[in-house]
T-cell receptor
Framework: NAGVTQTPKFRVLKTGQSMTLLCAQD?????MYWYRQDPGMGLRLIHY???????AKGEVPDGYNVSRLKKQNFLLGLESAAPSQTSVYFC?????????????FGPGTRLTVL | GDSVTQMEGPVTLSEEAFLTINCTYT??????LFWYVQYPGEGLQLLLK?????DKGSNKGFEATYRKETTSFHLEKGSVQVSDSAVYFC????????????FGQGTTLQVKP
């Protein structure tokens, strides 16, 4: 049981390049989330999904897109990377609604945009 | 909107000292409250949670009580260890049906031998 895994662990991009971050969970969770972590700002929600085939915007969605084609996977895309997107990205999943269920986090992806 | 405010760090303590990390929140409705811990180089792990007023969450010697009257959820531990060195995040659940968490900015704890 791997829990929540993220690929890749580290990545360096040049401004304007694109990439996709993959999050996978093997706990049959319905809800999945993408957060970014920046110094002194805690974690901020980018996008989330309440089930296969659904996505919704979080607090800071601009510059990102997501897809949830399979229940176990949640992809985060950057179409044209900018230095402001340098951050650590965390994926999380939960069985149900966050107020009743624990969110389980992946180990993170450290992204640098030059 | 909903928000969480934590005391600023870093907090530096000697081993076996008493720990308090303050957390206050602003929310409409009745959110659940959480403390997450992040060890160096790792993702976040749930430390404890409380789902209604006056509930006390506890785990690994840490405790926090949901105080609705003071809108607080302070984290305490009676005797810290070097292994408790980490970043601690207070969070509340969005009171809609989305399951979103709103995090404080995090407090770094360093425990010295």
């Amino acid at each position: 049981n791997a829990g929540v895994t993220q690929t890749p662990k580290f990545r360096v991009l040049k401004t304007g390049q694109s990439m996709t971050l993959l999050c996978a969970q093997d706990m049959n969770h319905e809800y999945m989330y993408w957060y970014r972590q920046d110094p002194g700002m805690g974690l901020r929600l980018i996008h989330y999904s309440v089930g296969e085939g659904t996505t919704a915007k979080g607090e800071v969605p601009d510059g990102y897109n997501v897809s949830r084609l399979k229940k176990q996977n949640f992809l985060l895309g950057l179409e044209s990377a900018a230095p402001s997107q340098t951050s650590v990205y965390f994926c999380a999943s939960s069985l149900g609604r966050g107020w009743a269920d624990t969110q389980y986090f992946g180990p993170g992806t450290r992204l640098t945009v030059l | 909107g909903d928000s969480v405010t934590q005391m600023e760090g870093p907090v530096t303590l000697s081993e076996e000292a008493f720990l308090t990390i303050n957390c206050t929140y602003t929310a409409t409705g009745y959110p659940s409250l959480f403390w997450y811990v992040q060890y160096p180089g790792e993702g976040l792990q749930l430390l404890l949670k409380a789902t209604k007023a006056d509930d006390k969450g506890s785990n690994k010697g840490f405790e926090a009580t949901y105080r609705k009257e003071t809108t607080s959820f302070h984290l305490e531990k009676g005797s810290v260890q070097v292994s408790d060195s980490a970043v601690y995040f207070c969070a509340l659940s969005d009171t809609s049906n989305t399951g979103k968490l709103i995090f404080g900015q995090g407090t770094t704890l360093q425990v010295k031998p």
